[in-house]
């Protein structure tokens, strides 16, 4: 899947990046997302002020997508422990982009280490593949 | 530290899909990729309304909106804050961005569905590299502007202004065009389509680059990439084709039923696309195209390029079209006849299809399968073998439209539909606006 989130600012600025993997321990009810340090400052700065998030999940080879929007419970830096699974998670996205057509070292080359863990508590789950159901509320 | 949008233009191809975060007025955020973002001017860029969903009303509640794009060569990211300003429904970037969307869904069944609402503007407040993004740089082997390149292709330029200028019948004038577009420009899969004023569809004149000719496929206006350039008239330039096609059929695969999808003529897995209008005037004469599979083929430069030559084309074939038949002229010299061991060949004209087929394969149809059928009666009945345009035109039983009947290009295709299928006859250019048929081994006529 290719992760990116969404947050705004206090005074309503929007901001975003990629994030790197998600695990989910309880069928999305809660979701831990890992974001790079290096390209996450204004996000976790937004999140400590507003705590809200969207997370969209896309998978590149067919643009099926969805969103995930909710109230972000913790946010702390990924522990050694969590290092091998998001470089894991970097190569099975280089892939993904490899099956449409772009290098598998770009994928490598994208920085995730080291990344912040940002828990969130999953409110809503909207479809978001293209099309006239996108934006339809699954939960 | 901002960045110009020209420093960056390179992400707005819709190579990689980009993203845009907005917010409602309560402060939830919104994320969604868009498949291109379109540069206005330097200042400001558009995003394509395809659908009244969240994005659109979000910016009705906050207009600030935050959008990252990639470089598609060194997969660099960049991220722009912009600010909503309005949504333009008509015009020239409406235009522009709807033709896109169109032919796109157009080639994936999905005319009617997939449509461009809204060019929604956006002012850009401020633009920078995303560091830290990437943990190494990615090599930038994209071809540069060089003097000598700039020389290589004015130089083109001169070539092919001249070959129209001095070609001495369409067929010439269309293979030297695309000859020299492979030769200066580099376009290897290039191909003309001519309109058929009579039927109203698009019909391949000439092509270079592909293992078949594909002289005679037809094309209905407003189908796929190519009819849509037709119908509108606005030129198409796009890049990461296989994206726009898959995000098209996402679409479709989520709507349901659809009509069939129209094969996309010429290469099977292009990845990049540059389709102009011929016109001259508010005529349409056609269409020209070029596809790669290189995805970032052809960058501004190329669409300049092409757009200066297909207007030079438009005008020679408008001018080759309206030369009278009796003008003093020099033939093209006819290609040396191919060494064919004459077989014996059966000819069926099907009457309620408007066809004729040879030996059991399609050869051609409408006018010029009917032309093709008097001549071949007239050789077998009376064993005539030369004709003359004039009387081609004043017979009422072929269909031709009184003006603008547009008999060249008509013999030019009844010529290479026969050098390709039944090389035993032939229609061999004499004189201006004369002919002859030849004929090797015996022909056999059947009428159903």
Same mark, same amino acid.
């Given at each position: 899947m290719s992760l990116f989130v969404g947050t705004v600012s206090p005074d309503g600025l929007p901001a975003g990046c990629r994030a790197i993997a998600a695990t989910s321990p309880d069928q999305l009810k809660t979701i831990t997302i890992y974001l790079p340090m290096a390209t996450s400052r204004d996000v976790v700065s937004n999140i400590a002020s507003t705590k809200k998030l969207a997370i969209v999940g896309t998978y590149p080879p067919d643009h099926s997508a969805m969103q995930l929007k909710g109230t972000t419970t913790a946010v702390r830096l990924a522990t050694d422990d969590e290092r091998e699974f998001l470089t894991y998670r970097v190569e099975r996205f280089g892939? +993904?982009?490899?099956?449409?057509?772009?290098?598998?070292?770009?994928?490598?080359? +994208?920085?995730h280490w080291p990344a912040f863990a940002v828990e969130m508590k999953v409110e809503e789950v909207f479809d978001q593949t293209p099309g006239p159901n996108a934006g339809v509320s699954l939960r | 530290m901002t960045l110009q949008l020209s420093e960056i233009s390179r992400c707005f191809q819709g190579v990689v899909p980009s993203i845009v975060v907005t917010s409602d007025a309560n402060g939830t955020p919104n994320v969604t990729f868009v498949s291109q973002v379109h540069q206005v001017d330097d200042k400001h860029v558009a995003l394509s309304c395809q659908f009244f969903n969240k994005t659109r009303r979000n910016l009705d509640e906050n207009p600030r909106a935050w959008i990252e794009v990639h470089d598609p060569v060194t997969l660099q990211t960049f991220r722009m804050r912009i600010r909503f300003l309005r949504s333009e429904k008509s015009g020239p970037l409406f235009d522009s961005m709807s033709v896109r969307i169109q032919a796109i869904a157009s080639h994936t069944g999905m005319c009617g569905v997939f449509r461009l609402i809204a060019a929604d503007v956006f002012a850009v407040e401020s633009v920078e590299k995303n560091e830290g993004f990437l943990t190494e740089v990615m090599p930038d082997d994209s071809e540069q502007v060089s003097v000598e390149g700039l020389r290589h292709e004015v130089r083109g330029l001169q070539y092919v202004s001249e070959s #129209?200028? $001095?070609?001495?019948?369409?067929?010439?004038?269309?293979?030297?065009?695309?000859?020299?577009?492979?030769?200066?420009?580099?376009?290897?899969?290039?191909?003309?389509?001519?309109?058929?004023?009579?039927?109203?569809?698009?019909?391949?004149?000439?092509?270079?680059?592909?293992?078949v000719s594909g002289v005679g496929a037809e094309v209905a206006i407003g189908d796929g990439l190519i009819g849509m350039v037709a119908r509108t008239r606005h030129l198409?330039?796009?890049?990461?084709?296989?994206?726009?096609?898959?995000?098209?059929?996402? @679409?479709? $695969?989520?709507?349901?039923?659809?009509?069939?999808?129209?094969?996309?003529?010429?290469?099977?897995?292009?990845?990049?696309?540059?389709? #102009?209008?011929?016109?001259?005037?508010?005529?349409?004469?056609?269409?020209?195209?070029?596809?790669?599979?290189?995805?970032? $083929?052809?960058?501004?430069?190329?669409?300049?390029?092409?757009?200066? #030559?297909?207007?030079? #084309?438009?005008?020679?074939?408008?001018?080759?079209?309206?030369?009278?038949?009796d003008e003093p002229g020099v033939i093209a010299p006819t290609p040396a006849a191919v060494a064919v061991v004459p077989n014996r060949r059966t000819f069926t004209f099907y009457a309620n299809d408007d066809c004729v087929f040879v030996d059991d394969e399609y050869l051609i149809r409408n006018v010029p399968g009917r032309i093709l059928w008097k001549l071949l009666r007239e050789f077998r009945s009376d064993g005539r073998t030369e004709f003359s345009n004039r009387e081609l035109r004043v017979d009422e039983s072929l269909g031709l439209p009184a003006i603008k009947d547009n008999l060249e290009s008509r013999l030019i295709l009844l010529?290479?539909?026969?050098?390709?299928?039944?090389?035993?006859?032939? @229609?061999?250019?004499?004189?201006?606006?004369?002919?002859?048929?030849?004929?090797?081994?015996?022909?056999?006529?059947?009428?159903?």
């Open positions: 892939d +993904i982009l490899h099956a449409i057509g772009i290098p598998r070292r770009v994928a490598k080359a +994208i920085n | #129209i200028n $001095r070609a001495a019948c369409l067929e010439a004038l269309l293979e030297a065009v695309l000859e020299s577009l492979d030769k200066y420009f580099g376009f290897e899969h290039t191909m003309i389509l001519l309109q058929d004023e009579s039927t109203k569809r698009l019909v391949t004149m000439a092509s270079r680059g592909y293992g198409l330039r796009i890049s990461g084709l296989h994206l726009e096609l898959t995000y098209g059929r996402t @679409i479709r $695969r989520e709507h349901g039923g659809m009509t069939p999808e129209v094969p996309l003529p010429g290469l099977p897995d292009a990845q990049s696309a540059l389709v #102009i209008p011929l016109v001259v005037g508010d005529r349409l004469l056609g269409v020209i195209a070029a596809e790669d599979r290189d995805p970032m $083929r052809f960058g501004e430069w190329d669409e300049t390029y092409l757009h200066v #030559i297909a207007n030079q #084309i438009a005008l020679g074939v408008d001018r080759m079209l309206e030369r009278d038949d010529r290479k539909r026969l050098t390709e299928k039944c090389p035993e006859v032939r @229609i061999v250019p004499t004189a201006r606006g004369r002919f002859a048929l030849q004929v090797d081994g015996g022909v056999e006529l059947v009428e159903r």
